[in-house]
Nanobody
Framework: QVQLVESGGGLVQPGGSLRLSCAAS????????LKWYRQAPGKQRELVAR???????NYADSVKGRFTISRDNAKNTVYLQMNNLKPEDTAVYYC??????????WGKGTLVTVSS
C-alpha cells in the first residue's frame, strides 16, 4: 500500500508564497505520474498541476505562471511551489500518485488559506 503525506500548508497573506511537499512510500515513484489537486469549500475537486515520469508538466489556467510543480525522485517527493497567492487559491490541496495499472493513490490533504 502506497502512502502519501503532504505538508507545507498554512495561512498566508495575498501575494505570499508557500511550498507544498508530498512524500511517497513506494519504490516505483520514478515511474509514476504525480498530480496536485485542490478542493475549495463547496466546490468540486480540481486538477491544479501534473508532472509526468519524464518531467513534463501541465497546469490549470488559473495557476499558470504562479505555481510550479517539480519532483525529486531521489527523495520520493513531489513539490508545488505557489507564488503570488490569491484568496481564491484557498483550498485543501491533495497529492495524487498514478501508477497506471499499479493503482492510483491519494494523500489526506493539506489546508492552504490565503487571507489578510
Amino acid at each position: 500500500q502506497v502512502q502519501l503525506v503532504e505538508s507545507g500548508g498554512g495561512l498566508v497573506q495575498p501575494g505570499g508564497s508557500l511550498r507544498l511537499s508530498c512524500a511517497a512510500s513506494t519504490t516505483r515513484f520514478k515511474i509514476s505520474t504525480l498530480k496536485w489537486y485542490r478542493q475549495a469549500p463547496g466546490k468540486q475537486r480540481e486538477l491544479v498541476a501534473r508532472i509526468s515520469s519524464g518531467g513534463g508538466t501541465n497546469y490549470a489556467d488559473s495557476v499558470k505562471g504562479r505555481f510550479t510543480i517539480s519532483r525529486d525522485n531521489a527523495k520520493n517527493t513531489v513539490y508545488l511551489q505557489m507564488n503570488n497567492l490569491k484568496p481564491e487559491d484557498t483550498a485543501v490541496y491533495y497529492c495524487n500518485l498514478d501508477l497506471g495499472v499499479g493503482g492510483i493513490y491519494w494523500g489526506k490533504g493539506t489546508l492552504v488559506t490565503v487571507s489578510s
